[in-house]
């Protein structure tokens, strides 16, 4: 195509065709980076409970493998697990939310050092942060069973994804002294460890949460 001095060119046809591509382009990257919270939401709760029913369970086989070796005493606690963890690693300072949020729905941030010269964590082989309490000096004030009926539990804490993110992601379980594991919000009324007592709040749940297979006690020794 030539070009005359004096007259204004025409318009290149390819011109018009790459801009009005890069423009498609550019929208269909924005509509992307605004639309993937919700695209991968529902891919993050299946992630979320996945590492919640897998952890519960890791717990629970602990507890057996524990109590065949040592039976169980007022004092077992989740210390006393711990050997029994499959690729469990002590994490001095990680950060979880907190299971209760406030009205505005954000939870607190937890940390595994400040807080109390009790708390302890793991970090999984999932990734996952596991909380708990454990005081050596448990005539004072253990974190134990405290008993052996169906009440008497220990309690942990799970962020699956691991880290402070400021939503509803940790689980608080139970392992009840028969075996069954719960959490804050399907535990029997006046669940109670040696420390305090407990009773269900539905709410404290993330909603992903769902529990992947019915829990049952352990057969009696």
């Not at 980076?33 to 919640?52: E, G, K, Q, S």
């Not at 369970?57 to 493998?65: D, E, G, I, P």
């Not at 065949?68 to 939310?97: C, Q, W």
Request: hydrophobic share 40%; proline share 8%; with cysteine.
């Amino acid at each position: 195509m030539a070009i005359v001095l004096g007259e204004r060119p025409a318009s290149l046809p390819f011109v018009k065709s790459w801009s009005t591509f890069w423009v498609v382009i550019s929208l269909v990257i924005l509509v992307i980076t605004l639309a993937w919270p919700v695209i991968t939401l529902p891919f993050d709760h299946y992630h979320n409970n996945a590492t919640a029913n897998e952890t519960a369970f890791m717990v629970s086989r602990a507890f057996q493998k524990y109590r065949k070796a040592h039976g169980i005493s007022v004092n077992t606690d989740m210390e006393s697990l711990v050997p029994y963890f499959s690729h469990a690693k002590r994490e001095p300072f990680g950060m979880m939310d907190q299971v209760l949020a406030d009205p505005k729905g954000v939870p607190a941030k937890v940390t595994c050092s400040g807080i109390s010269p009790y708390v302890k964590c793991l970090r999984l082989r999932n990734g996952a942060l596991l909380m708990y309490d454990h005081n050596p000096n448990r005539l004072e004030n253990g974190f134990g069973f405290g008993g052996y009926s169906g009440q008497h539990a220990i309690t942990f804490y799970l962020d699956p994804d691991g880290r402070y993110t400021g939503t509803q992601n940790t689980v608080q379980f139970f392992l009840m002294a028969d075996g069954r594991i719960h959490t804050l919000g399907d535990i029997p009324e006046k669940t109670r460890n040696a420390y305090r007592y407990y009773d269900p709040i539905p709410s404290a749940n993330p909603r992903w949460f769902r529990w992947r297979v019915p829990t049952t006690p352990l057969p009696k020794r």
